[in-house]
């Protein structure tokens, strides 16, 4: 499995460290990009967006569901999403569903990745449906990243704008800001 091949490591100075060896392959992972996200109405972005987040899911649907106690609801996002019967909540809810599933089943909290977050955003902007685009972000993010701390360990977000510029994130704690001149990315 591609995800826990360490051997893209051995030649860097964090594949000897203690950190590495503690964490390395050992959380369960959503990670979801946006790059693509380029429609030109709102109708076909949430589309390309459920598109996404599917494949996403689809990652997991082998997963013995029955074998996880409860989360009746994350369970029926998850089988709305994978089967195509997903609603603009489910996907608003998305994030928070697949993250309570797998950290109840793995027993380990849930790293969230998400790549060019703003290009959908960018977009909405261009094409003359950003109220829309940001409402359902706003939903997106604020159920996942901020109403989510018992199943989120961390989550990495990128994109050229600065996150706090919509709002989208008010009310997350502990953020870091970096930038490629920031030194930690050296």
């Given at each position: ?31 979801l ?40 609801a994350?369970?029926?996002i ?93 009310g ?15």
């Amino acid at each position: 499995n591609q995800e826990k091949d360490e051997t893209i490591f051995k030649d860097t100075y964090i594949y000897n460290t203690p950190f590495f060896k503690e964490h390395f392959g050992k959380y369960p992972v959503i990670f979801l990009t946006f790059k693509d996200a380029r429609e030109n109405n709102f109708e076909t972005m949430i589309e390309k967006i459920r598109r996404i987040i599917k494949e996403e899911f689809q990652k997991y649907q082998n997963l013995d569901l029955d074998k996880i106690d409860g989360l009746s609801a994350e369970k029926k996002i998850f089988e709305n999403i994978i089967n195509d019967k997903s609603s603009i909540v489910n996907l608003e809810d998305s994030i928070i569903a697949l993250s309570a599933i797998l950290t109840k089943y793995y027993k380990k909290p849930t790293i969230i990745l998400i790549d060019e977050y703003d290009t959908p955003i960018l977009t909405g902007w261009m094409e003359g449906f950003y109220t829309d685009i940001i409402k359902f972000f706003r939903n997106f993010f604020g159920a996942g990243l901020k109403d989510n701390d018992k199943n989120l360990k961390k989550a990495l977000i990128t994109g050229i704008f600065k996150i706090s510029g919509e709002s989208l994130f008010s009310g997350l704690n502990n953020l870091k800001y970096l930038t490629i001149l920031s030194n930690q990315l050296a």
